[in-house]
């Protein structure tokens, strides 16, 4: 994706998705929140374009080309974290929260270099910040608001995921239209399976894939 067309977080959507520390975000001033969320917006296209590269791509471009057809959500009924994604996958996406407060000094500068020069490549020094920082990011705090993709139950293939994730896992989700074909439904599975161990050992770090 081009930086011209990052599309940025919304306050409205960042309330609806409740995809950070609401409580943080309200003690901000104005310019703060606007801030806020285009960092936040930076480092969610960052995230999805690291676990691109690091496997999530590859798979995704097998189910677009798959003899099976496997129908991706619709645009309009893209969720929060599809659509905040800003990356070119058709199936995959960060489903976790992210926390930029967490990022120390330094690391707050690059985003905020990286969005004066509208730069969001995958470059190596993206790529090295990313991966870096996004278990820190990614972190959910007893008590606090719960991972997204903690929440499982029937989902479009009629299939669901278990409800207890570590709070520092790395969630994928992985977004279909309603009404899939058992074949269909079958690929899915066995892809995400796939994924989920290809990612885990690649990151050396808890991962999960949920089908949404």
Do not use: W
């Not at 800003?86 to 199936?91: A, G, H, I, K």
């Not at 690391?107 to 090295?128: G, K, T, V």
């Not at 009404?179 to 269909?184: D, F, I, L, P, T």
Request: net charge negative; hydrophobic share 40%; with cysteine.
């Amino acid at each position: 994706m081009d930086a011209t067309d990052l599309d940025v977080i919304t306050e409205e959507a960042l309330r609806l998705g409740s995809s950070c520390d609401l409580h943080y975000f309200d003690a901000l001033t104005g310019p703060q929140r606007g801030m806020y969320l285009r960092l936040s917006t930076v480092y969610r296209a960052f995230l999805n374009k690291y676990v691109a590269f690091m496997g999530v791509g590859k798979y995704d471009l097998a189910l677009a080309k798959s003899p099976v057809a496997v129908e991706p959500v619709p645009s309009q009924a893209r969720d929060f974290y599809q659509r905040y994604a800003n990356c070119q996958l058709r199936y995959y996406h960060v489903a976790n929260n992210t926390y930029i407060e967490r990022l120390t000094p330094d690391e707050l500068q690059f985003l905020r270099d990286r969005a004066q020069e509208q730069n969001y490549s995958l470059d190596l020094d993206s790529l090295h910040f990313t991966e870096d920082t996004y278990r820190r990011v990614i972190l959910e705090v007893a008590g606090g608001q719960g991972a997204a993709g903690a929440d499982s139950g029937e989902d479009a293939t009629g299939a669901g995921e278990p409800d207890e994730l570590p709070r520092d896992a790395l969630v994928i989700g992985c977004r279909v239209a309603m009404g899939q074909g058992r074949e269909a439904v079958q690929q899915l599975l066995e892809c995400n399976a796939l994924l989920r161990d290809v990612l885990s050992e690649r990151l050396a770090a808890p991962t999960a894939v949920e089908i949404r």
